[in-house]
Structure formats: structure tokens, C-alpha cells
């Protein structure tokens, strides 16, 4: 005789944060609406506060929620932006006076902020791969529609980059690969490493992370003819706000 499947239901705090996210993704809570307190979904489903802070906890490492100290827990909606491995870097486009973020945010606001430049020791890692002891580095956060997405670190040999104006706040139409380029040291080929990891407390503040939310941590080199390299960007993505898109040849 064959035997019936068992059906398991699923914890009820799973099934409670299934409804909230459906009211989410409906619409019928918006960005920014407060989600039902701990004790509104005590009251209304008959469990424990564990419980009801189990539910709220789904949607928030789901980055779909997220709590603020002494208020509650609040929809978080963005739209993700799309970030086009090759198509962002190519030389059409910052050799047009483009930002390479005119292509990731097609046409939505983003602004940049947390501006540093100084001249520093490099780094052993960023060191061996520029050939330098000295480098300029300019660290900034990129917010897009208001929300802190990105944290970036640029390193340029010292002497390469010396009294231009890639060592400006502003570094002028098509960004600091136009300037290299006007230098005579085009970026003509780029490659990035790409991981995961949990974001380091300074991240997780300057990126306004809920918990448990994760990060990208992308490392790109751009490479000059002769493959000599006149960059290292260190970039700390919010990985809640981001695709990644990789297109290949077969």
C-alpha cells in the first residue's frame, strides 16, 4: 500500500511573515509604512513575543524591513539597481564626459558624499599591484534615490596622479579615466574580483545596513597599454541594493 505524503506546515511565524510579506509586495504596505508591532501581532494571532519577533525578523534579514531603535520596524522598498559589468566601464562612455553612474542609475538621482583625498603609504596588496610605496586614494559613498548603496576606494600611484585634477573633489566630465586618459594612460582593459561577506561595523553605519544584511565586496584593477596598472578601486556594495549583470560570448 502506498503511503500518503506528510504535509508539514510551516512555523507560524514563518506563515505570519509570508502575510506581511505578501501585504508588502501587493502594495497595500508601502516604503516607509510601519509593519505591526510585537505586541499588535501578539494580540492578533494569540503567540508569544519571541514569536512575533521571529516574524519581523524574516522580513528584515529578507531586507525588506527594516527596525529603527525605539519606533518599530519599517518597510524598506528599493528598486535594485543594475550594475552592467562591461557595459558601466566602457571607454565610450567616460570618454564621452559620462559618469560611469549615469549608466548604473539611468536617469535616477544619486548623489555622492564622505568625500576624503590624501596621500598615503599603499597598502601591501594595493602596493604590489600599482608598483608604488605612494599613493593618492579618494574614499567616497554613492547614495542612489536618497539611500546609501556604495562605499569606494581609489588608489593612483602618487607621481602619476600628482597636482591633476584626479586628486580634485571634482575630477570633471567623464571622471577619473578621462583624466588618465588626457595623461596618456587610458584604462584599455579591467578586471574584478567579486565576494561576499558581512559588512565590518563602520560599513554597516556609513551604509545605514539593517542587520544581517550582507555586502559585495568588489576589487577592480584598470589596467593602461602594457598592462600596467593605474588604478585600484576597493568598492563595498549594499548587496540588498544591487544585480549584478555578467554578459559572455558562448
Known amino acids: ?17 509570508d502575510r506581511l510579506r505578501d501585504q508588502i ?21 494569540g503567540i508569544a513575543r519571541a514569536t512575533a519577533r521571529q516574524a519581523l525578523a524574516v522580513l528584515i534579514n529578507e531586507g525588506l524591513a527594516v527596525p529603527k531603535r525605539g519606533s518599530g520596524v519599517y518597510v524598506r522598498l528599493f528598486r535594485p539597481i543594475r550594475r552592467h559589468g562591461s ?4 571607454r565610450e562612455q567616460w570618454a564621452q564626459g559620462l559618469a560611469i ?20 603609504a599603499a597598502s601591501e596588496h594595493v602596493g604590489r599591484v600599482l608598483g608604488t610605496e605612494e599613493v593618492w586614494v579618494r574614499r567616497r559613498r554613492y547614495s542612489v534615490d536618497g539611500r546609501p548603496v556604495q562605499l569606494a576606494a581609489s588608489f593612483f ?24 586618459g588626457e595623461l596618456g594612460h587610458a584604462p584599455v582593459h579591467f578586471s574584478e574580483e567579486v565576494r561576499a561577506r558581512m559588512p565590518l561595523p563602520g560599513e554597516t553605519e556609513l551604509l545605514n ?19 600596467v596598472a593605474v588604478e585600484v578601486n576597493e568598492m563595498t556594495l549594499d548587496a540588498a541594493s544591487y544585480v549584478l549583470q555578467y554578459d559572455f560570448d558562448a
Open 87 to 90: 557595459r558601466r566601464l566602457s
Open 1 to 17: 500500500m502506498t503511503e500518503s505524503p506528510v504535509h508539514h506546515e510551516s512555523p507560524i511565524y514563518r506563515r505570519i511573515a
Open 157 to 180: 600611484p602618487a607621481d602619476l596622479v600628482e597636482g591633476t585634477a584626479v586628486v580634485l573633489p571634482d575630477t570633471g566630465p567623464g571622471g577619473v579615466y578621462a583624466r588618465l
Open 209 to 227: 545596513l539593517p542587520a544581517g544584511t550582507p555586502v559585495i565586496s568588489v576589487t577592480r584593477v584598470a589596467l593602461a597599454e602594457g598592462g
Open 101 to 120: 553612474w549615469d549608466s548604473d542609475t539611468r536617469g535616477r538621482s544619486y548623489a555622492v558624499d564622505e568625500v576624503r583625498i590624501a596621500r598615503e
Open 25 to 45: 509586495l501587493s502594495g497595500a504596505l508601502g516604503d516607509g509604512d510601519r509593519l505591526p508591532g510585537e505586541n499588535a501581532l501578539m494580540n492578533e494571532y
